[in-house]
């Protein structure tokens, strides 16, 4: 079992940046591959950017490439997601994931709880 919970949510206008941080919590933080998802209203939930468990791979979704950034602490637990130059689009709860398959599946088996990123423009 893990725990996550994320923080750094907030309202920001458009251009600016954000930093997202999961915090995990029960199992070895190094046996899961991380990483974050979202869901817009009306909109289904998608995968925004992780890494493998060895964390070798990282992965974007295409339209957040250069200007999300995933990175981790091992030492602190904790998972974060810098975005910069944020667009009205980027508006959703995001949400972090945690799998115990080497990769992140559509599915993760763990999710926290969400945190709501509002970009007005």
């Known amino acids: 079992q893990v725990q996550l919970v994320e923080s750094g949510g907030g309202l920001v206008q458009a251009g600016g940046s954000l930093r997202l941080s999961c915090a995990a919590s029960?199992?070895?933080?190094?046996?899961?591959?991380m990483g974050w998802f979202r869901q817009a209203p009306g909109k289904e939930r998608e995968f925004v950017a992780g890494?493998?468990?060895?964390?070798?791979?990282?992965r974007y979704k295409e339209s957040v490439k250069g200007r999300f950034t995933i990175s981790r602490d091992n030492a602190k637990n904790t998972v974060y997601l810098q975005m910069n130059s944020l667009k009205s689009e980027d508006t959703a709860v995001y949400y972090c994931?945690?799998?115990?398959?080497?990769?992140?599946?559509?599915?993760?088996?763990?999710w926290g709880q969400g945190t709501q990123v509002t970009v007005s423009s």
């Open positions: 994931a945690a799998d115990m398959l080497p990769v992140l599946q559509i599915v993760p088996h763990y």
């Open positions: 890494f493998s468990r060895s964390g070798s791979i990282t």
């Open positions: 029960g199992r070895t933080f190094s046996s899961f591959a």
